[in-house]
């Protein structure tokens, strides 16, 4: 039987990932800059605000973690924990706004079956503002990816842990 050669990145993924991961308050990714809920909170511009189209049905949710996993030092991927809105609390309005609530979640407990993660990759950006009707409702925009391949970040600051996750 000849040798058979693996692509590097199955051989990486067959390896348990790097035990250091990162933790970030930020991430760029398609032209978007995401920000988790918790640090949005303290600032005008929202950017914590996540949509992820599967088939036919979109999810809309806040995003509360953003974690790095390294596998090598060529794979790395960046997930996005989000917490996202049962599909009963997405609807549209009279004049067809997507409309969404958070009251109810999409999952309970923090039971990871629940598959709160997504990859930033899969991210698509958008920004909730209160509903004119209340009760929680809150309208969905979407947003425009920018060409940031301008600009340099400095994500010194962002970090908040290197260990573990």
Request: proline residues 6%; charged residues 25%; contains cysteine.
């Amino acid at each position: 039987m000849g040798d058979v050669s693996l692509p590097e990145e199955i051989v990486a993924l067959s390896n348990p990932p790097s035990p250091t991961t990162a933790r970030l308050n930020s991430y760029t990714s398609k032209g978007h800059f995401f920000r988790v809920k918790s640090v949005d909170n303290k600032r005008t511009r929202q950017n914590s605000g996540v949509s992820l189209q599967e088939d036919t049905l979109p999810y809309y949710g806040r995003l509360t973690e953003i974690i790095k996993i390294s596998y090598s030092t060529n794979i790395k991927y960046v997930l996005f924990r989000c917490d996202w809105a049962h599909p009963s609390g997405v609807k549209k309005d009279p004049f067809n706004f997507t409309l969404v609530n958070f009251r109810r979640l999409l999952y309970q407990n923090d039971r990871v079956r629940d598959e709160p993660f997504i990859l930033a990759s899969q991210a698509h950006q958008v920004w909730y503002t209160p509903d004119p009707s209340g009760d929680g409702w809150l309208n969905v925009g979407e947003v425009e990816s920018k060409d940031f391949s301008h600009l340099e970040f400095d994500m010194s600051d962002e970090m908040e842990s290197r260990d573990g996750v």
